[in-house]
């Protein structure tokens, strides 16, 4: 029996209709920004597998740390112990963040970066007796995540809507516009009293359709946030570790975060792990006598020391010097599709990037993600040796940092064909 007749028989897989489901592809290797199928066939990873793979697949430096690692120690108990490749990730880390943070705490993923960020807000309001602030802000169109957590500071949604009677109450902002600030404004100022928290993808909606909204105008809606005394949390799950051309979307806005969310990039792509870290008046809140101020969260893997090497092998790669100059070469390359994209006479619209992140919507069918679209865009890309798997009818690219320009062209070329046959 094949992998994938085999796989049919006993998987169940993510954000996928099991039902008639197209079989998957098996793959056997990755090098590089290369995916190798089982026939021998070869796929370029244009969204570096779900916006993980920061340096690619197979990269030789992090595979040797991940052994090294695991030879000497790959996992203690992180409550009552610690270890070296947790120590130097925070120290590493703290200095590169978007603004004054002093504490990492670590967790298994985006969602649990999330939960954790939303627990750490909502029980410094409680550690400091003022227990009316417990409500979330976020925006609409949001997506923090898959946990009933970080669900319900999710927009109401597809994904979410068997779930909706059981997700917690969150104020619901649209993201900010010239003609609507005044009115954010409004919405913050009356929330404020029972607000802890607002949390917010910044620049970047990722699994909401890759939207994206401008510096400025975030900059004012999170100094009114700010002003209201609410907790500022920045999840960069996605937008972290170079894909928005800085090393985080944060550092083009001015007001910066007291937590923020890292995962996905974080291991460039290798191993599961989150960090939320939070700025020093957050800490502050829990350092207490009463034991019951204690952060009662943690995770098995908490802190684990393979993933925790593979971070640091993660950022040795990501802060030389020609890595953030590829980051440039795919931003300039990504632009200048772009361009070619308005040109053109293509049934497309909303044409834009941001960094290493282009995307844009085809125009048929409802927008939305579950707009068929998409099998047919991901069918014939990979036929040609592409893979891209667009988000309902928004098509983006958010390739790894090594890939080459021929690929890229190859990547780009390939979208047009494919949006030609389909129109
Ligand atoms: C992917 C993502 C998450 C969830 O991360 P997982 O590791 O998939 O749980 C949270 N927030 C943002 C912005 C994401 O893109």
Known sequence: MSLAARDRQVIWHPFTRQKNMVPPVPIVSGKGSLLTGEDGSEYIDAISSWWVSLHGHGHPYIAEQIYRQAMQLEQVIFAGFTHEPAVKLAERLLPILPGPFSRVFYSDNGSTATEVALKMAIQFWWNKGETKRKKILAFRNAYHGDTFGAMSVSDRGVFTLAFHDLLFDVVF??????????????EIAEAAPETAAFIYEPLVQGAGGMCMYPASLMDQ?????RDAG??????EVMTGFGRTGQLFASHYIDTKPDII???KGLTGGTMALGVTACADTVYQAYLDDDKYKTFFHGHSFTANPIACSAALASLDLLLQDDCLERIATI?????????????????VRNIRTLG?????EVEQG???YLNEISAKITAP???KGVYIRPLGNTVYTMPPYCITKTELQRVFDCIIEVIGEIS
Do not use: H, W
Not at 221 to 225: F, P, S
Not at 331 to 347: E, I, K, T
């Open 230 to 235: 609410i907790i500022c949390i920045a999840d």
């Open 261 to 263: 969310c890292l995962s």
């Open 173 to 186: 902002l649209d993201t900010p516009t010239e003609e609507n600030i005044d009115s954010l404004r409004a």
């Open 366 to 368: 409802a927008d939305g």
């Open 381 to 383: 890309a990979l036929e």
């Open 356 to 360: 290493t992140i282009l995307a844009f």
């Open 221 to 225: 809606l999170l100094r009114a946030v």
């Open 331 to 347: 931003a300039a390359a990504s632009l200048q599709f772009a361009d070619r994209l308005r040109a053109g006479n293509y049934p």
